[in-house]
């Protein structure tokens, strides 16, 4: 069964990709979608957030990435995928992550949510935590991988 991991990604964090890897070993394929988010302004370009992704996922043989636009579950139609992975990391995503959910199974009811429960060590970690770390010139290392390290450094030289 193929699942899509849906999110903005700005940048990918150890929180993301712990469920990247669970997902994986879940599902035979999984499609990590970079989606646009009107509401959300962006710190990094689509195609930046592709390439950190694909960097940080070359050990996992059946993941992929690509960018999406429109409706999460258009998309997730159009690529003939009936799962979508989401990440939980404390009460306060639920309501969030609800209403999303509960949009999606009313537009499409056969397309599934599946909620992964974060990892305790990175129930506290967001893109937007490793930014805050990234603009005071904080240590990245427990929140993203080197190589995303180094683009978030770069880009609050
Ligand atoms: P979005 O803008 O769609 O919320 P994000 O990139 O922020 O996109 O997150 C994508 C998904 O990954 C969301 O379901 C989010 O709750 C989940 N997620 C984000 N950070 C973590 C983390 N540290 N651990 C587990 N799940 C996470």
């Given at each position: 069964m193929r699942a899509l991991y849906p999110g903005?990604?700005?940048?990918?964090t150890y929180g993301h990709l712990d469920i990247i890897e669970r997902a994986a070993s879940l599902f035979d394929e999984l499609i990590i979608v970079i989606m646009t988010n009107d509401e959300k302004h962006s710190t990094f370009t689509m195609e930046e957030r592709k390439q950190m992704l694909q960097h940080c996922i070359?050990?996992?043989?059946?993941v992929r990435v690509e960018i999406g636009s429109g409706l999460t579950v258009d998309f997730a139609e159009k690529l003939d995928s009936q799962v979508l992975i989401r990440g939980v990391r404390a009460v306060s995503d639920y309501e969030y992550e609800m209403q999303l959910a509960t949009a999606n199974m009313t537009l499409k009811p056969k397309i599934e949510t599946i909620f992964l429960l974060a990892r305790p060590q990175y129930s506290f970690l967001s893109s937007s935590t490793a930014k805050t770390v990234a603009k005071n010139n904080g240590d990245l290392h427990n929140f993203v991988p080197d190589f995303v390290a180094e683009k978030l450094r770069e880009k609050y030289r």
């Open positions: 903005s990604f700005d940048p990918v070359g050990h996992l043989e059946n």
